[in-house]
């Protein structure tokens, strides 16, 4: 089955450390994309990529980083510059420029 | 730039009562609009989306959701709700051929669907 695959669903570790969310996708899209939820907050756009190799700030970027050099991959890295990263991070990708994204499933990242 | 405001963070209903959750946007452009649902620890679904043509669009689980222009408005609406229906919706917006920063989403209502 076509789809985008989160892995870890969950995934803990010490404040300080650096941690990198898989996001893989077999739907053949161009486009892909890191939210950030958080009770009441909504879905916050951290990085988007409309092609390998490139790739655009979000809204929340500082103290996350992104690779693309695979058109299936896209993984992010929290790093020990943000300031609060425990939250539910969500990845999804779109076949074309303003067309539905589709979700995977998410990591919830707990920092202790 | 697009916003969006999903105007009740929580709306409790009681099961096979009608429900309305309400989504108006801003934009200077023609925008596409979409409603997800979102069931807890998971990813986001499509729950149904106006692109063009007809202005009411219509799900598989009996909700549907009108685009009225003049109001800014895509309100979703199901006429019985189930247990089943309780979870996170997000109402998005998006800019045809263009933003490729993607959907732009509310901050999401949460329906509570009580027995």
């Known amino acids: 089955d076509g789809g985008i695959t989160q892995s870890p669903k969950y995934l803990f570790r010490k404040e300080g450390q650096n941690v990198t969310l898989s996001c893989e996708q077999n739907?053949?899209?161009?486009?892909m994309y890191w939210y950030r939820q958080d009770p009441g907050q909504g879905l916050r756009l951290i990085y988007y990529s409309q092609i390998v190799n490139d790739f655009q700030k979000g809204d929340i970027a500082e103290g996350y980083s992104v690779s693309r050099e695979k058109k299936e991959s896209f993984p992010l890295t929290v790093t020990s510059a943000q300031k609060n990263p425990t939250a539910f991070y969500l990845c999804a990708s779109s076949i074309g420029t303003g067309l539905e994204a589709f979700f995977g499933q998410g990591t919830r990242l707990t920092v202790v | 730039a697009q916003s969006v405001t999903q105007l009740d963070s929580q709306v409790p209903v009681f099961e096979e009562a009608p429900v309305e959750l309400r989504c108006n946007y801003s934009s200077s452009v023609s925008v596409y609009l979409f409603w997800y649902v979102q069931y807890p620890n998971q990813g986001l679904q499509l729950l149904l989306k106006y692109l063009s043509g007809s202005t009411l669009v219509e799900s598989i689980n009996g909700f549907e959701a009108e685009f009225n222009k003049s109001q800014t408005s895509f309100h979703l609406r199901k006429p019985s709700v189930h247990i089943s229906d309780t979870a996170e919706y997000f109402c998005?917006?998006?800019?045809?051929?263009?933003?490729?920063?993607?959907?732009?989403f509310g901050k999401g209502t949460h329906l509570i669907i009580q027995p």
């Open positions: 998005a917006v998006s800019v045809p051929r263009g933003g490729a920063d993607g959907l732009t």
């Open positions: 739907l053949n899209h161009d486009a």
